[in-house]
């Protein structure tokens, strides 16, 4: 068969609007169509339907030009036949692009080439070339640019060079062939490319949108991690807290009811009024634990009361005081410009110090010294021997105790001593540099 013969065929077939309009839809088919298997059909069989109609519509309107004369050798009912199994197996192949989407180009295109080749009709089959076009773009999606373009490039050098040789081979003039090959690659190059360059377009946003999406992710779960580790940092100053709070309410208490048990003797109408004081010092106790162990159990609640610091020093006094120690408290300097964590550490070692008076010396006087000069902070409490009689209170070792003091003061490089004054007493020294602490 001739060149000429070969390529009669309605002109708006070859014209690539259409073709190109129809590669527009796979940008968002490419989410979908390999989802699942049902989808993936339904798919092949719309792009069979889209190519099948356009392809047998070129020779049957030829048949119907011509009153039914077939000018063909190879028979009518083999070209039509053969027209639909390479539709057909040109789309299956779009099946498989999922998995193996290079073995779906390669088979879209050798489908092309062998019926366009076979038949001898190129111009029939530029329908087609949109399922190549197709598969080149499920392909770019997937894979790197350079890898998408390589076989874009693979792609129309196999074609042109197929309908090279068999242009060559049906003996038509040079010029004849080479202005064929030239349109011929002109149209295949702008619809194949097209879709390579939108596949791999669309790849890097997707790729993108994904990073993105990652990231989003790590970020969610850093933030869910911090939030994590804030909610331990305040359950361990809570467990602190309940820690100090049963510590120094107990004592109270016990101081209490020793007094009462002392007096009850002699003085039973003031016994009385001390055990009402244990009373509400009880009530006290309970609704402040309570309270702790409110904000201990509310997972993510924002604390109700801020960690307590030597700005709350004079409560702290207050508190004994009201409980029968005898306390008194000089402080110099501005305490409210020391740093946080020393504020905290040394109201804890007051505190400290002030539970282990009302233990061992309970009835003792009490001297709290309270000193910021420029770079340091001293605290000294020291209490007079216990009173003639007076036994130490037991089951007071709630707080930090020594050790535990020591070790905290030791961390922000300061230093603690204790023991026996003159008058046989006893004492305890803290000091804290406060100029290496933002």
Partial sequence: MSLQAGTRSS???????????????????????????RSALIFALTVFVATVIPVLSVPISALVATQGQWDFPVP??????????????????????DRHPALAVAGATAIYL??????GVPKWL????????IALFLLATRTTALRGLLSLVVVVVVLVVGMLLWVLSLGEPLGVA???????SIAIVAIAGGAAVLGVWWGAQTRRLLLERHRADTARREHEKRVEEARGRERARIAQELHDVAGQHLAGLIALADAAMSLAPEHPERALELVED????????AASLAGALADFRAVGATPIEATRD????????SYWQKRGMPLTIQSSGPLEELPAVVSTTAYRALQEALT????????????????????????????EPPRPGTEPLPGLNLGWGLTGMREHIDLLRGTMTSGDTADGGWGVRVRIPVAHID
């Fill in 310 to 317: 030597l700005r709350r020093a004079d409560e702290l006094v």
């Fill in 278 to 285: 244990v009373r509400n010092e009880g009530r006290f106790a």
């Fill in 356 to 383: 282990n008076a009302a233990k061992h010396a309970p009835g003792a006087a009490v001297q709290v010294d309270l000193a910021h000069s420029p770079g340091m902070l001293e605290l000294h409490v020291r209490n």
């Fill in 11 to 37: 002109s708006s077939l070859t014209s690539p609007t259409s073709i190109g309009g129809a590669l527009i839809e796979p940008q968002t088919i490419e989410r979908r169509i390999l989802g699942s298997r």
């Fill in 178 to 184: 080479i202005g064929f090959i030239v349109a011929e």
């Fill in 76 to 97: 009518m009912a083999l070209t039509l036949g053969l027209l639909v199994a390479g539709c057909a197996a040109q789309s299956a192949m779009l099946l498989v692009s």
């Fill in 114 to 119: 062998a019926l366009a080749i076979g038949l």
């Fill in 126 to 133: 530029v329908p087609m070339q949109a399922v190549i076009a």
